[in-house]
């Protein structure tokens, strides 16, 4: 008797269109929001367990407390052996995490290491990049292949940043906007990959 099962693909794609590595590893998933259409390669890590200890009252509208340690966009491109961390910090006396909120279109290389509290859309993070805790990126930033961002530093919009620790080097030219969207880049990857655009 021949079983006619659909072979396993490489990735496990949701009905949102995320495109999530069957070797990716997502910790705490119930903590992990994703806005869709982003793609998780293969040993990308997202730590969804570092979730704030100490509970946040709950609103008044009854509605249960929101306990997303990491919060990533549409049309986000996490590369392969990249590691998304939840920021953490002493407060009230005792060790929390802060969540991590990701904008859309926003590309995180290969072997980055991100501990930011936010990351703005449109936004390109290097190869072996580390960001700092509680670093702030804005909108339209090229961070440039190992920049290590200190902790708490604040990247202004359309910014390039480069070196250990990073610097603000120069500009993103108005004509580089375009370079920043991730939706062709989305559709090279999955289950039935298409070919990048020439």
Same mark, same amino acid.
């Given at each position: 008797?021949?079983?006619?099962?659909? &072979?396993?693909?490489?990735?496990?794609?949701?009905?949102?269109?995320?495109?999530?590595?069957?070797?990716?590893?997502?910790?705490?998933? *119930?903590?992990?929001?994703?806005?869709?259409?982003?793609?998780?390669?293969?040993?990308?890590?997202?730590?969804?367990?570092?979730?704030?200890?100490? *509970?946040?009252?709950? &609103?008044?509208? /009854?509605?249960?407390?929101?306990?997303?340690?990491?919060?990533?966009?549409?049309?986000?491109?996490?590369?392969? +052996?990249?590691?998304?961390? &939840?920021?953490? @910090?002493?407060?009230? /006396?005792?060790?929390?995490?802060?969540?991590?909120?990701? /904008?859309?279109?926003?590309?995180? /290389?290969?072997?980055?290491?991100? *501990?930011?509290?936010?990351?703005g859309s449109h936004v390109h993070i290097g190869a072996k990049v580390v960001v700092g805790e509680f670093a702030i990126i804005k909108d339209y930033v090229r961070v440039l292949d190992g920049a290590v961002i200190?902790?708490?530093?604040?990247? &202004?919009?359309?910014?390039?940043?480069?070196?250990?620790?990073? @610097?603000?080097?120069?500009?993103?030219?108005?004509?580089?906007?375009?370079?920043?969207?991730?939706?062709?880049?989305?559709?090279?990857? +999955?289950?039935?990959?298409?070919?990048?655009?020439?």
């Amino acid at each position: 008797m021949s079983s006619r099962r659909v &072979p396993r693909g490489e990735y496990i794609e949701t009905d949102t269109g995320n495109k999530v590595a069957r070797k990716a590893t997502l910790v705490g998933t *119930q903590n992990i929001m994703l806005g869709g259409k982003t793609v998780i390669q293969p040993e990308a890590m997202i730590r969804g367990d570092l979730v704030r200890t100490i *509970q946040a009252p709950a &609103p008044a509208s /009854g509605a249960p407390p929101n306990n997303t340690a990491v919060s990533i966009g549409r049309y986000c491109f996490l590369s392969k +052996g990249c590691c998304l961390r &939840p920021p953490g @910090r002493p407060y009230k /006396g005792a060790f929390t995490y802060m969540p991590l909120r990701m /904008g859309d279109h926003v590309y995180v /290389g290969p072997g980055a290491v991100i *501990q930011a509290a936010s990351i703005g859309s449109h936004v390109h993070i290097g190869a072996k990049v580390v960001v700092g805790e509680f670093a702030i990126i804005k909108d339209y930033v090229r961070v440039l292949d190992g920049a290590v961002i200190p902790p708490n530093m604040v990247i &202004p919009s359309f910014s390039i940043v480069a070196g250990q620790p990073a @610097r603000v080097i120069g500009e993103v030219p108005e004509g580089m906007l375009e370079s920043f969207e991730l939706r062709d880049l989305y559709k090279t990857v +999955g289950n039935n990959p298409q070919p990048p655009p020439v």
